[in-house]
């Protein structure tokens, strides 16, 4: 059996004050959590730090680990770590990588992502309880595999 080789990616949660969550407009995506592949050396802390500065000019500390997602289907493979994050300053700012940044509440920010898998993950994200998630799914078309709190 051949060994996968997995894109490692982060996703952030981030609220403010109001409890709004933090939303990037992506060139290609659309709206979206901020997120990014983990760069070599990096754990995966640094990059949701990173990332969400990147993306946001926001600078956030990590609370948790809210879920696990595993894309099994089709290559590149990839899995994504979903963490909430708290603001702890910063201005917003734009970037190649974000078009936009704002500040939405729950339910606007379900439905302002365009990519099915980054609905879902949202969805998902922000209805996570105190346990971890896990979730697998496909492309092409989406679908959820496997969905459950460990």
């Not at 909430?84 to 992502?113: H, K, N, P, Q, Y």
């Not at 990519?115 to 105190?130: A, C, D, M, T, Y």
Request: hydrophobic share 40%; glycine share 8%.
């Amino acid at each position: 059996m051949e060994r996968p080789l997995h894109t490692v990616v982060v996703s952030a949660v981030v609220r403010d004050a109001d409890k709004k969550v933090l939303m990037i407009k992506h060139p290609l995506r659309g709206w979206e959590l901020p997120q990014g592949h983990v760069e070599g050396g990096e754990d995966l802390f640094e990059a949701v730090i990173r990332e969400v500065l990147e993306e946001s000019g926001y600078e956030v500390e990590v609370e948790r680990l809210l879920a696990v997602f595993s894309k099994i289907a089709p290559l590149p493979t990839s899995v994504v770590f979903g963490f909430c994050a708290c603001l702890t300053g910063g201005e917003v700012t734009t970037s190649e990588e974000s078009l936009e940044v704002g500040w939405f509440d729950e339910v606007l920010a379900r439905d302002m992502a365009e990519h099915p898998v980054n609905r879902e993950r949202i969805k998902l994200l922000l209805q996570q309880g105190s346990g971890v998630g896990y979730f697998s799914y496909r492309m092409s078309p989406f679908g959820m595999i496997q969905a459950q709190e460990i």
